[in-house]
């Protein structure tokens, strides 16, 4: 069960009447000539990790190995005890989980590269929150990997999920697209919805530079991923409103692309542009080492 | 092309912070250990590019440094990779080379010497999302990803010997994914890659190494 681009997904969701995660989770398992319990025993792994990855932070603050961040998701979790947060429960929590998530990478924790390091938080930001908010099962949020893998799959096959390659917008923007489709999927939307979701976030977060301070994946990656969790909460109410988008998903991974290769290399990820080269990223890259 | 896994979008299950400068780093230390006997004495790294530039705060050189102590990706212990160094007394040495400018980004090159004085260099890329390629042993350019199972093959280059390791695999009903063929010269020292897609039988290595013509042979498993 191959398909090339989110056209031929659609079709087999439609001929199948499958969900995209199911779709892909045969793909799996037919492609990696392997069987369908070995394929949910690793994804069981990755959302175990991904829930230490998340929480532990919030627990247990740690600096970060560029001294840049950590203690951020500390944080949030304190402001939102104080029931005086501003996002409501489900955005920030998503927001706490998707910045902890990157303060256990940046401290050498252990995370899945979802789809890079950089942009690791996003997927189980806003999946483990929305975990938490409706009760989801795990099994439920296992199945819904499969869904974010789909539309990761496509980036990566079409276009690039490398900030060196296409910028930011590959890097977050697409694990923003993933989190969005997943969300759809996991609240009951069509594959087409999910389709329409990942488009949405695509097409918001066009353009976005890779500008590390320091080259390291800490700051502003980290802000980066809580504005990912929120552009893909947006988009999914947007296509569970049933908003339907005029660009598709194929259109948009190929801008993405096509705009990511006219990004100069000053803002791919050389950290020799854009935030990485203000003064006060200077005075701080100067501290940290 | 080849299949883009699930694992490989939602993966590599890693250690952070970077693919590429972290995960990638200690996968490519990872493969150069399994092409030599160990226990290994000393492992001297020499970084370029990127890697030259940022590899303290990418913990580059403590990846490096956990991958050559056979340390997978997600293995925590890449944290404490020089503490367990020390333990093990495995000397070790990390230099930047910002001179050569002409060569991948992210590239290492690994020295390596066993406890019999074996010495082997390789030289590895990281491409970033956790891929890597190795693209020289000692002074030859070979090519290869540790993404399959591999048989490396050190022989020299002469008639018949590519065709007495092809056959070892085939009365083994191994099946040839990829094949290539390095020499650092005509008649003189050559390497034959031979990557399968299923995992290699261990006793490959000495059915392989019978032949004289042969020097050595290394398995790195998938």
Redesign the interface.
């Given at each position: 069960m191959e398909f090339k681009n989110a056209n031929e997904l659609l079709a087999l969701c439609e001929e199948k009447n499958l969900p995209v995660s199911e779709i892909?989770?045969i793909?799996?398992i037919e492609?990696?000539e392997t069987t369908s319990e070995i394929?949910n025993k690793?994804?069981t792994?990755?959302l175990e990790?991904m829930k230490d990855a998340a929480f532990s932070p919030i627990r247990q603050p740690i600096k970060?190995?560029?001294g840049l961040i950590g203690g951020e998701a500390r944080k949030l979790s304190l402001h939102a005890q104080e029931k005086r947060g501003l996002c409501g429960e489900l955005l920030q929590k998503a927001v706490t989980y998707a910045m902890a998530t990157l303060e256990?990478?940046?401290?050498?924790?252990?995370?899945?590269?979802?789809?890079?390091?950089?942009s690791?938080g996003i997927?189980p930001g806003l999946l483990l929150a929305m975990q938490e908010h409706y009760d989801f099962s795990d099994e439920e949020i296992i199945q819904v990997?499969?869904n974010?893998?789909?539309i990761?799959?496509l980036a990566?096959?079409n276009a690039t999920?490398?900030g060196?390659?296409g910028g930011c917008q590959a890097e977050v923007g697409v694990a923003s697209a993933?989190a969005a489709s997943a969300a759809v999927e996991l609240m009951g939307g069509t594959p087409k919805e999910c389709t329409f979701a990942a488009s949405t976030v695509l097409m918001n977060m066009l353009g976005l530079v890779c500008d590390p301070v320091?080259?390291?994946?800490?700051y502003p990656c980290q802000n980066r991923n809580a504005a990912g969790v929120a552009n893909a909460l947006i988009a999914a109410e947007m296509a569970l409103a049933g908003i339907p988008q005029l660009i598709s998903l194929d259109e948009m991974i190929q801008t993405m692309f096509t705009v990511g290769k006219k990004i100069p290399a000053e803002l791919r990820e050389t950290?020799m542009g854009g935030c990485a080269v203000t003064q006060s990223a200077c005075e701080a890259c100067h501290i940290?080492r | 092309m080849s299949f883009i896994s699930a694992f490989d979008v939602m993966g590599p299950n890693m250690i952070g912070p970077s693919s590429s400068h972290t995960a990638g780093a200690a996968r490519i230390s990872y493969l150069a250990q399994k092409m030599i006997e160990g226990p290994l004495k000393r492992a001297d790294f020499i970084l370029y590019g990127s890697f030259a530039k940022t590899y303290h705060g990418h913990g580059t050189d403590r990846a490096l440094l956990g991958g050559i102590m056979g340390f997978s990706t997600d293995d925590m212990r890449i944290r404490n990779s020089f503490d367990i160094a020390h333990e093990k007394d495995l000397k070790f040495s990390f230099t930047p080379n910002e001179q050569e400018t002409d060569i991948h980004p992210n590239t290492v090159d690994i020295c390596m010497e066993n406890e019999k004085g074996q010495k082997m260099t390789v030289r590895g890329e990281s491409l970033g999302g956790g891929k890597v390629r190795i693209v020289k042993i000692n002074h030859v350019q070979v090519d290869f990803t540790g993404e399959y199972s591999a048989v490396i093959v050190i022989h020299q280059d002469t008639p018949g010997v590519v065709a007495y390791i092809t056959k070892c695999l085939s009365d083994r009903n191994i099946n040839i994914a990829f094949m290539r063929l390095f020499r650092e010269g005509k008649g003189d020292i050559a390497y034959t890659i031979v990557e399968s897609d299923g995992k290699l039988p261990e006793n490959i290595v000495p059915a392989i190494r019978e032949n004289p013509n042969i020097h050595e042979v290394m398995i790195v498993q998938m």
């Open positions: 892909m989770r793909r799996e492609f990696g394929v690793k994804m792994r990755v990790i970060s190995m560029g256990t990478n940046a401290s050498m924790g252990l995370i899945v590269a979802s789809p890079t390091a950089g690791a997927v990997l499969f974010a893998s789909a990761g799959y990566m096959r999920v490398a060196a390659v993933m320091g080259g390291l994946v800490e950290a940290c | -």
